[in-house]
């Protein structure tokens, strides 16, 4: 896959500042590869596309969700879930990509799961640190993602858990999975 032809085409489906995002996504994912021993190709090309379907219609995220068989009790939950396990199809079908490890990454990089994997934390975490993310908090965890990924990943997860409870929000439950698997894991 040409990452020229990535670049261009996701370009195309988002607006400027969440383009900009996006790249800022993909160089803090190379970087966070680099330290950590992730594959440094792999992390730009889910960087990449894990937004890819951020401004699309919802009830165009519907459908992929109904067509592709995701599970569908993500609709029960924030409309803010949708575009990253449909991005992960979109990447297979639009784009052939067929490495497991990047599709979850884009798949989980809003939920998380449990037990990911070294690329899809690295993606989660980038998303939450890049350079143009502003709130309270960010700091801190920009500092621990500097020498300890697991703890830097259930800090965002942990601030994400406490940001919707204060709006009076759900949790989809892979979320809460996701923060006591890392809980233990950290302990
Ligand atoms: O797409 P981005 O804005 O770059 O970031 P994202 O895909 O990580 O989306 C984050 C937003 O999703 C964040 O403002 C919180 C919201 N959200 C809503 N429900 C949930 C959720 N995030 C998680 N992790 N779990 C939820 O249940
Ligand atoms: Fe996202
Ligand atoms: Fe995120
Ligand atoms: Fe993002």
Redesign the pocket.
């Known amino acids: 896959m040409e990452l020229d032809l990535l670049l261009q085409a996701t370009k195309e489906q988002l607006p400027q500042h969440?383009w900009e995002?996006t790249l800022r996504?993909a160089e803090t994912s190379i970087r966070l590869a680099r330290r950590f021993g992730a594959d440094e190709q792999k992390a730009e090309v889910a960087a990449i596309l894990?937004?890819y379907c951020?401004f699309w219609p919802d009830e165009q995220l519907v459908r992929w969700i109904m067509d592709r068989g995701l599970p569908e009790d993500l609709l029960q939950?924030?409309k803010?879930?949708w575009?990253?396990p449909v991005g992960a199809e979109v990447a297979e079908v639009r784009f052939g990509i067929q490495d497991e490890d990047i599709l979850n990454a884009i798949r989980y990089?809003?939920?998380?799961r449990p037990q990911m994997s070294l690329l899809e934390k690295i993606v989660?975490l980038a998303?939450?640190i890049e350079p143009g993310r502003r709130f309270p908090g960010v700091e801190e965890v920009r500092k621990t993602a500097e020498s300890d990924l697991d703890r830097a990943v259930l800090a965002a997860?942990d601030k994400?858990?406490v940001?919707?409870i204060e709006r009076g929000?759900?949790?989809?439950p892979?979320?809460l999975h996701?923060r006591n698997h890392m809980l233990e894991q950290t302990a």
């Open positions: 969440r995002h996504v894990h937004d951020k939950f924030n803010e879930l575009h990253a990089h809003t939920s998380g989660f998303d939450y997860l994400t858990i940001f919707l929000q759900k949790v989809y892979l979320t996701a």
